[in-house]
């Protein structure tokens, strides 16, 4: 069973913009009830601390304690425990690698949302009827019919949002117009976002770069203000909304794109990028175009339209390699844009020539080229087509990034 979830932006009206806020606060007010007893008795020498201990306890004070916290749905006060305990499992399993560290206590206007069970709210048609704050209007329907599973109520800026996660049929797939290439090579960069082995180049749009002087000027706006008073509030408004509309322009253009390739083609084939490391080469320029969340939609969305996506070894000279003979050259700069092969005399340009190789790769991994032994992984092959439709194998070499050179695992 595949599951996905829609989130919806809601139009809340000035009262349910105020029962939401409300629900929000009972959800943090419980993780951070639970946090803080959790660490007292820690502190106390308690060995192992149920979770399902502190969810009695605190339902059995709450009436008297916390009489305010039945104005909001229940599971906004229920789901943070479960929350909770996830969270702290995750920090005591995590080894080596990357450390989780212990959970935190929350802060009012930071990561505001709350849990919604599947029976304490429906959706028909553009109306979401939430538990206790009353019937929402949607801005679109529910796109995925399937059995829904839950829901969590968030916000962002000044924009509320309700995401459904639906548990999808086998039988479900999305419509798909496959009007390319059957397979297709995807090599990705910083001056062209996309080249296709098709020859198709399409830039990204960049929006921390087109609106980074109006953030800075925000975000001094807001630093200047005095903490708690309303001036600083409105700043707060202000820079959260730009950093909405940035993220949401990136993610706008990464969901058409992967959408449009993956309806057009039978097969993707795209490279295994080191993303962590070229962060610290680039920096903010890897992070405004998203090389990380172009795979990930890849990834899931390649199951729903019945597509295949090939990932290819994170060592193979896609840029070096001639897409013509298979020639591999010693050096190439970040600087040369185009690809000459000192072997044959091709001369293509650098990203077209990754793309062809990326495609050729994909073909040889589905054994369309010609047979290639099982003994010979594609870690440790790039397998390419000449022009008689013969198979040439040709050792692999580590293709370094400028100056820096990614070391071997």
């Known amino acids: 069973m595949t599951t996905l979830t829609h989130k919806i932006r809601l139009t809340p009206t000035l009262e349910q913009r105020q029962a939401l806020l409300r629900a929000c606060g009972c959800s943090r007010f419980a993780w951070n009830w639970a946090l803080a007893r959790y660490k007292e008795l820690k502190g106390q020498g308690v060995a192992r601390v149920s979770m399902n201990d502190l969810k009695k306890e605190f339902n059995q004070i709450k009436r008297e304690q916390f009489p305010w916290i039945y104005e909001s749905p229940k599971d906004s006060n229920q789901q943070p425990f479960a929350n909770l305990k996830k969270a702290l499992t995750r920090c005591y399993e995590s080894k080596g690698g990357r450390k989780v560290g212990l959970p935190k206590f929350k802060k009012r206007g930071e990561h505001d949302s709350f849990y919604l069970s599947n029976d304490k709210f429906w959706v028909k048609g553009s109306v979401a009827n939430l538990y206790v704050i009353g019937k929402v209007t949607l801005a679109e329907p529910l796109r995925f019919t399937g059995k829904v599973l839950s829901g969590t109520v968030s916000r ?155 990932i290819t070894d994170r060592w193979f000279a896609s840029s070096k390699m001639c897409s013509d003979c298979g020639a591999v050259r010693k050096e190439l700069k970040l600087s040369d844009r185009e690809h000459v092969c000192p072997s044959c005399g091709s001369v293509k340009d650098r990203d077209l020539n990754a793309a062809l190789n990326l495609k050729n790769w994909g073909l040889a991994h589905q054994n369309k080229l010609g047979t290639v032994s099982a003994e010979v992984t594609p870690a440790e092959i790039a397998a390419l087509a000449s022009p008689s439709g013969e198979v040439k194998l040709w050792s692999m070499k580590q293709e370094s990034l400028g100056s820096f050179a990614l070391p071997r695992k």
């Not at 910083?190 to 953030?215: H, I, M, N």
């Not at 070229?278 to 992070?287: E, H, N, Q, V, Y």
Request: net charge positive.
């Open 156 to 310: 962002t800026a000044d924009d509320w949002f309700l995401s459904i996660q639906v548990q999808l049929p086998d039988t479900y797939t999305r419509s798909s117009e496959n009007t390319g290439d059957d397979t297709i090579g995807i090599d990705l960069g910083l001056k062209t976002f996309v080249v296709t082995s098709d020859g198709e180049e399409v830039a990204a749009p960049k929006p921390l770069k087109k609106y980074l002087k109006r953030l800075r000027c925000l975000s001094k706006a807001h630093s200047r203000k005095v903490k708690g008073s309303n001036n600083r509030r409105k700043a707060t408004a202000k820079l959260a909304s730009l950093h909405q509309r940035i993220a949401s322009i990136r993610l706008d253009f990464l969901h058409k794109l992967t959408t449009r390739l993956l309806r057009e083609n039978q097969t993707v084939v795209v490279e295994d990028l080191n993303v962590k490391a070229m962060t610290k080469l680039w920096g903010r320029a890897i992070s405004d175009v998203s090389f990380a969340e172009f795979r990930r939609q890849l990834t899931y969305k390649s199951p729903l339209f019945g597509r295949e996506l090939v």
